[in-house]
């Protein structure tokens, strides 16, 4: 018994990689040949994504390893004996090697104090459990390792959790709380790592993990039938780049160097949609057309944004908190406060309430501001606006000069977003009626886009900047071939995409050389 607890003592310690690198994954237009396998945390869980024949649905199943009856019981003696000796809330804000470092020494102590005959492939499955369950978020901690899952969506105990994965969109997963309790225990986790509470008396969650990802949850039947439930959105830390979403067909080269032109010339864009429609996407992609030197203000409730830039100022909306819910700074706060922060560009994560009539001054006096809202066409949106909790003049929304309509659509039976029109606003008449023009639309029975007709927007560029029509399109076509190029070339990586926007800024003629335009 004294050698084995030496064994025990003596077991290097397991090398655990949370991010490993996941190759391309190539895109299936067949669902029942879909049949991928990758890794989310080295060497232990896996993604395995599937068509299952007899349920007729693609699934997605977490690989983790296998614990018998014996080890499971050995692995909840552990953790129960770990929970009453450490505060992992306040382990968690140490360095990932620390935290590996201590759970292998508490794990191996608490081994040899209880006599537990352990193998060294028993150990290293219990370890993985303990750094995943302690570190992480549990059995959902895979889920928000794979960087190809956009939304992880629990609709109550004793149900499928799904995900929407890039991919492959809609997704059942194998993964289930089967006990109410269970949830709850994982929703009060998730409330506590967004330093927040959750409780029978406030049983609504809106908050943001540490790394960005944002959560709503519920706790309580009243509001849930089904009991406990979660919607994680999750942070993207490298959004697409403007090339990758033409490798997608989300858009057209022609409509981002149409977007690319107005960012250039200040514009005040809104991109509309449902949710999930790709208006953040396509927000953060276009972001990269912001001039290197421009200073950038955004302001958002939850964090989603993530800007290649250096002269940035992201603003993040606080709620209440304390006795007396005070600290409370909300997005019209913030608003008001970046205008007095000298910005080139205000970017809103999303209009929904007052903070809208302050961001349509600051377009009225000048400030170029990009945002997002809620809205499937031209008409709802004026209708959203003009109506409350906002209720602005029909007469203001004339500061708009483009909106970008995004949508959630079904070609060749997968789910995919798409641009599906770009909308010029000629003029708003007080009884806000618009006058439009509509210069890109993406025909879906075709799945292309088309440049339909002039637009009003270059002509107002032309004046207000002294350039000629001619400059204007000689300029739109070489940045469509520029980026067409890059789109062929498959140069996608975050930062290149970036350097090469700056450096075309600079030196034009060079980067068009360069990539062989004429």
């Given at each position: ?71 499971l019981q050995y692995k909840n003696q552990i953790v129960t004996a770990m929970k009453s000796m450490i505060d992992f809330n306040e382990l968690i804000k140490r360095s ?132 406990p439930t979660f919607t994680i959105r999750k942070f993207t830390k490298t959004p697409w780049t403007p090339p990758q979403l033409i490798e997608f067909n989300t858009l057209?080269?022609?409509?981002l160097a149409y977007l690319w032109l107005l960012i250039e010339y200040k514009m005040n864009l809104l991109v509309i949609g449902g949710t999930a429609s790709g208006k ?239």
């Amino acid at each position: 018994m004294v050698a084995e607890r030496i064994s025990v003592m003596n077991y290097p310690q397991v090398a655990i990689d949370f991010v490993p690198r996941i190759p391309p994954l190539k895109k299936v237009k067949d669902k029942t040949k879909i049949d991928v396998r990758y890794c989310l945390v080295s060497p232990f869980a896996y993604a395995h994504i599937y068509w299952d024949p007899k349920e007729y649905e693609v699934v997605y199943d977490v690989e983790e390893p296998t614990l018998d009856e014996t080890e499971l019981q050995y692995k909840n003696q552990i953790v129960t004996a770990m929970k009453s000796m450490i505060d992992f809330n306040e382990l968690i804000k140490r360095s990932d090697k620390t935290i590996f470092e201590y759970i292998d020494k508490r794990f191996k102590v608490l081994a040899m104090e209880m006599g537990l005959n352990i193998s060294y492939e028993t150990y290293k499955k219990i370890y993985y459990y303990l750094c995943r369950d302690f570190i992480g978020f549990n059995e959902a901690e895979p889920l928000l390792r794979d960087c190809f899952v956009e939304d992880i969506e629990c609709n109550g105990a004793n149900t499928p959790v799904y995900i929407v994965h890039r991919n492959f969109r809609n997704i059942k997963s194998t993964l289930k709380f089967n006990a109410n309790s269970h949830l709850e225990s994982f929703v009060e986790k998730l409330a506590q790592r967004c330093g927040k509470s959750i409780s029978y008396s406030r049983p609504i969650l809106d908050g943001s993990l540490p790394d960005g990802s944002r959560v709503n949850a519920t706790y309580t039947k009243d509001i849930t039938s089904r009991g406990p439930t979660f919607t994680i959105r999750k942070f993207t830390k490298t959004p697409w780049t403007p090339p990758q979403l033409i490798e997608f067909n989300t858009l057209s080269p022609e409509m981002l160097a149409y977007l690319w032109l107005l960012i250039e010339y200040k514009m005040n864009l809104l991109v509309i949609g449902g949710t999930a429609s790709g208006k953040t996407t396509l927000l953060n992609a276009i972001s990269f057309f912001i001039p290197p030197e421009a200073r950038v203000v955004s302001i958002e409730d939850t964090r989603e944004l993530n800007l290649p830039r250096e002269n940035w100022l992201p603003s993040v909306a606080r709620s209440a908190t304390g006795l007396g819910n005070t600290g409370e700074i909300d997005m019209y706060a913030l608003l008001k406060a970046s205008f007095r922060q000298n910005p080139d560009y205000v970017i809103v994560g999303e209009v929904r309430g007052k903070e809208a009539s302050v961001l349509f001054q600051g377009m009225a006096s000048g400030h170029s501001s990009i945002s997002t809202i809620h809205a499937d066409s031209v008409e709802t949106v004026i209708k959203r606006l003009e109506t409350p909790p906002i209720e602005l003049s029909p007469t203001l929304l004339n500061v708009i000069d483009s909106m970008c309509i995004m949508t959630h659509a079904i070609v060749d039976k997968r789910e995919t977003r798409k641009l599906r029109e770009i909308v010029e606003i000629v003029d708003v008449d007080p009884e806000g009626v618009a006058i439009t023009n509509t210069p890109f639309v993406w025909n879906s029975m075709e799945d292309r886009f088309y440049f339909k007709k002039e637009s009003k927007i270059f002509d107002k560029i032309s004046k207000r900047y002294g350039l000629t029509k001619n400059e204007l399109l000689r300029e739109f076509s070489n940045r469509t071939k520029l980026l067409y190029k890059l789109y062929q070339d498959k140069i996608f990586r975050f930062h290149e995409v970036q350097g090469l926007v700056n450096e075309y800024y600079k030196k034009p003629e060079e980067v068009l050389k360069k990539f062989g335009v004429q």
